[in-house]
């Protein structure tokens, strides 16, 4: 008799569930109280996108200060200091050059004549960012570093793919908190409308699908990689599995998101975003990295001596 009444509660309980669920409303972003930066004197607005990339470099390299004390380093104090500099430029000038070649060409001709600072290029307050030229300047960054230094390259990127996910955290958040590249049209129960909307219809807040994949995701499996096994000791394996996972990531994510407007004719043509044809080279690199670290022989010790020295 008491199962029988459980069973029946629980359908009564599921039946409202489902029934609130296909009538509620979408979320209204803007009535979340969120705001895409906070004022200071003067009308000067410190933008959270701003913020977002200066808490995740900063919160990259304290952690890779802690990374390169711990046994088999590839690298000093000294070392980390420069990749801070040079990688810093070239998350920011990798970032905005492959945003306006890989998605937006008119920003090269653009100009903005109202405005004092008029070529539309150099106006990132203005949005456009790309990730795949991030990593290009990143790489780039980490190569004159280890060329200057004599380096173990490949050992630098693992090192430095474990804080990548930081800042792909923060920046993500700070899309969602600016309104800005949202989903696609939803029914879903956690559907949002943006303002900026033309449609006001309800959409996936992919921002916080990307924050939680590209970013949360990888920390709980990178960290764990890094202090818990002997990966870094494996030229390669960690910047292999992170570029499997967040081109994996940034694949799924993409099937969310709503495609730029002047871009949407790549998924009509071909089925996938530029994006997800983006990421799809990167999960190859990154398999094929990661076979490679597997297959040779762990290393033993710091790096270089180089590195031994600079740390003496």
Known sequence: MEGREFTRGTAVLLSFLTDVLATAQPIQWSELGLRDGIELFGGFKLRFYSLAYLGGILLGYWHLTKMIKAPGAPMAQQHAEDLFFYATLGIILGGRLGYAAFYKPELFTGF?????ISWDLLRLWDGGMSFHGGVIGVLLAITWVAVRGGLNWLRICDYIAVNVP???FFGRLANFMNGELYGRPTDVPWAMVFPTDPLQVGRHPSQLYQAGLEGLLLIVILLPLFWKTR???RPGLLVGVFTIGVAGARFVNEFFREPDAY???VVTETGLSRGQWLSLPMIAVGI???????????VVGAGTKQAKSAAA
Do not use: H, I, Q
């Open 166 to 168: 930081f800042g792909m």
């Open 231 to 233: 990966a870094r000791y």
């Open 288 to 298: 094929t990295v990661v076979v490679y670290a597997l297959m040779k022989p762990p």
């Open 263 to 265: 871009l949407a004719y």
């Open 112 to 116: 903005t004549d109202s405005e004092f």
